[in-house]
């Protein structure tokens, strides 16, 4: 709660507050003040309502945030299947083709030195 310091008028001397009246007086030269009740209610109003949109504001970002970081969650996930899917078919290129090599290679053998007779 924020406080706020009001000052005698008169004599600049710091003023004690009754609120169960709504006075201020000043303790030196007896200077008093009368609260505006209404006035008072409506900036107590106000302050409740203010700290109503930020309380609402603040969730909205707490919300936007947590949106935000599942959809980044999502796309992670995405992009690690994507990159898996794509190592695993370079993959397999890999092996059929080192297969191939070695088919190659195992025909090449066979017709230098006639192994299979
Ligand atoms: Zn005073």
């Not at 947590?66 to 796309?75: A, P």
Request: hydrophobic content about 40%.
């Amino acid at each position: 709660m924020n406080i706020i310091h009001l000052k005698c008028q008169n004599c600049s001397a710091d003023l004690d507050i009754d609120m169960e009246h709504f006075i201020a007086f000043c303790p030196y030269c007896g200077q008093k003040l009368l609260f505006d009740v209404d006035q008072i209610g409506n900036i107590l109003l106000e302050k409740e309502k203010t700290n109503h949109e930020k309380e609402r504001t603040k969730q909205q970002e707490l919300k936007y945030e947590h949106d935000l970081k599942i959809k980044n969650m999502n796309r992670d996930v995405l992009k690690g299947i994507n990159k898996w899917y794509w190592k695993s078919i370079r993959y397999s290129i890999y092996f059929v083709l080192g297969m191939l090599a070695f088919l190659f290679i195992l025909l090449l053998l066979d017709k230098l030195f006639h192994i299979s007779g």
